[in-house]
C-alpha cells in the first residue's frame, strides 16, 4: 500500500517561499510519475505541477510557471515542490498524487492519481 506524506505547508507573507515535501512510503516510488495538485475552500482540486519517473521531464499550470518548481529525490523517496514569489491565490491545501494513469495529458486530471496524500496547507497573507 503505497502511503504519500505532505509536509512543509504554512503561513508565510506574499513574495515569501516555502518548499513542500512528500514523502513515500510502500510502493515503487523511483518508478511512478508523481504530481501536486492544490485546493482552496469551495473549489475544485486542480494541478499544480507534475514530474516523470526519472525526473527528464516536468509540467506546471500556467499560473505557478516561472514561481513554482518541482523536482524528486528518488534515494530518499521523496518529492518536492519549491514555491517562490508566493501570492494569496494560492493560499490552498496542497497534494502530493502518485502513479497516474491515462493518456493526452491525464496528468493534469486529480482523477488519473492512484495514491494522494492527506495534504499541508499553505497560506499566503497579503
Known amino acids: 500500500q503505497v502511503q504519500l506524506v505532505e509536509s512543509g505547508g504554512g503561513l508565510v507573507q506574499a513574495g515569501g517561499s516555502l518548499r513542500l515535501s512528500c514523502a513515500a512510503s510502500?510502493?515503487?516510488?523511483?518508478?511512478?510519475?508523481m504530481g501536486w495538485f492544490r485546493q482552496a475552500p469551495g473549489k475544485e482540486r486542480e494541478f499544480v505541477a507534475g514530474i516523470t519517473w526519472n525526473a527528464r521531464t516536468t509540467y506546471y499550470a500556467d499560473s505557478v510557471k516561472g514561481r513554482f518548481t518541482i523536482s524528486r529525490d528518488n534515494a530518499e523517496n521523496t518529492l518536492y515542490l519549491q514555491m517562490n514569489s508566493l501570492k494569496p491565490e494560492d493560499t490552498s491545501v496542497y497534494y502530493c498524487?502518485?502513479?497516474?494513469?491515462?493518456?493526452?495529458?491525464?496528468?493534469?486530471?486529480?482523477?488519473?492519481?492512484?495514491?494522494w496524500g492527506q495534504g499541508t496547507q499553505v497560506t499566503v497573507s497579503s
Open positions: 510502500g510502493g515503487a516510488f523511483s518508478l511512478d510519475d
Open positions: 498524487a502518485a502513479n497516474p494513469q491515462g493518456s493526452g495529458s491525464y496528468y493534469r486530471m486529480s482523477s488519473s492519481y492512484h495514491y
